[in-house]
């Protein structure tokens, strides 16, 4: 069985399907419910794991608040391992603002609350929970310290540590030396490299210069044009699962979890990536973050489509 920990962040989303995502300074008027999902890319990964399958256990902070309560609930009727998380009493659990147009594409703005208290204490902490698994899973929404401490703890331990760089910004070579599999998006991947990546020269150039950091392997995520394993010699493309998106939100979480899954599973790495193409489609297809998060049936279905 798969055995995972994820150290990241909770946030409760505040959702608004709008016609279009506002230009700067304009107002839109967007359908009349205000939706409360569960979110958070630690959560999302953490939950999406879960529901395929894996043994789970989630580091973090939330408030002592009834978001901080609702998403933790949450993740256990997952079967999250939830002992964790620490309830903050000092800051308010996250929050993320998101508008969701036509089509599935999303903005979103997050207020870190909690998660920006996650310390390399916590992370000490937990050195137990984090040498019993088989795979490390790290995003950015927390504190950089926090986050090079978990690497540092899961390499000591021999632990596989992938990390999904998002949101996007730069990072030390200290980090970058930790991380076994890398998962950006585009975005991500330009930025992290300072190259473009959008030819597969380019492409080849941008994970060459990651693998320079220290970086093992890289996986690049590419929205509705499914996503690349990017080796020492060749890149191999992997086309996205034909899906209508009716909201993008957590796509990216959705792969991380589908490919950590099969990945610690034992799966090799082409199988892992379609892996997490079919569970990014089908988390396109619902509204909301954790709630579009695929089980491992839905997940077998559309495997076995194409
Ligand atoms: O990756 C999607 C997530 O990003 C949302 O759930 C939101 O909370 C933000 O963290």
Redesign the pocket.
């Known amino acids: 069985m798969a055995r995972i920990v994820v150290i990241g ?1 909770l ?3 505040l959702v608004v399907q709008v016609p279009r995502i506002p230009k700067p300074g304009e107002t839109v008027l967007g359908a009349d419910d205000l939706h409360m ?5 630690g ?2 990964q953490a939950y999406g794991s879960a529901r395929l399958g894996a043994d789970v256990a989630m580091i973090g902070r939330a408030g002592d608040d009834s978001f901080g309560e609702q998403l933790i609930t949450n993740l256990k009727k997952a079967c999250v391992d939830t002992h964790h998380i620490t309830r903050d009493s000092n800051a308010s659990t ?1 929050v ?1 603002l ?1 508008v969701v147009e036509e089509g599935g594409q999303n903005s ?1 703005v ?1 207020s870190s609350g909690a998660n920006g208290h996650v310390s390399p204490l916590d992370i000490s902490r937990a050195e137990a929970v984090i040498q019993s698994v088989n795979l490390l899973l790290l995003q950015l ?1 927390i504190p950089l310290p926090a986050v090079i401490k978990a690497a540092q703890l899961a390499q000591h331990h021999g632990i596989k540590v992938v990390l999904n760089p ?2 996007a910004q730069l990072l030390p070579e200290e980090l970058l030396s930790l991380i076994d599999i890398l998962i950006p998006n585009e975005t991500e991947a330009s930025l992290l490299s300072g190259c473009d990546v959008g030819t597969d020269d380019e492409i080849k150039q941008a994970a060459d210069k990651l693998r320079q950091f220290g970086v093992k392997t890289v996986i690049m995520t590419r929205g509705s044009r499914g996503s690349s394993l990017i080796t020492e010699n060749e890149i191999v493309h992997f086309p996205a699962f034909p899906v209508e998106s009716v909201d993008t ?2 796509a ?2 959705a792969f991380v979890s589908g490919f950590a899954v099969a990945f610690a599973e034992g799966k090799s790495f082409p199988e892992a990536v379609r892996y997490g193409n079919a569970a990014g489609a089908l988390a396109s297809t619902k509204l909301g ?2 709630p579009s998060m695929p089980d491992r049936d839905a997940l077998d279905s559309i495997l076995q489509t194409v």
């Not at 999902?37 to 890319?41: L, N």
């Open positions: 962040s946030n409760m989303d999902i569960p979110g958070g890319k959560a999302n996250g993320a998101i979103i997050v929404e998002a949101p939100t957590a990216g979480d973050a954790q």
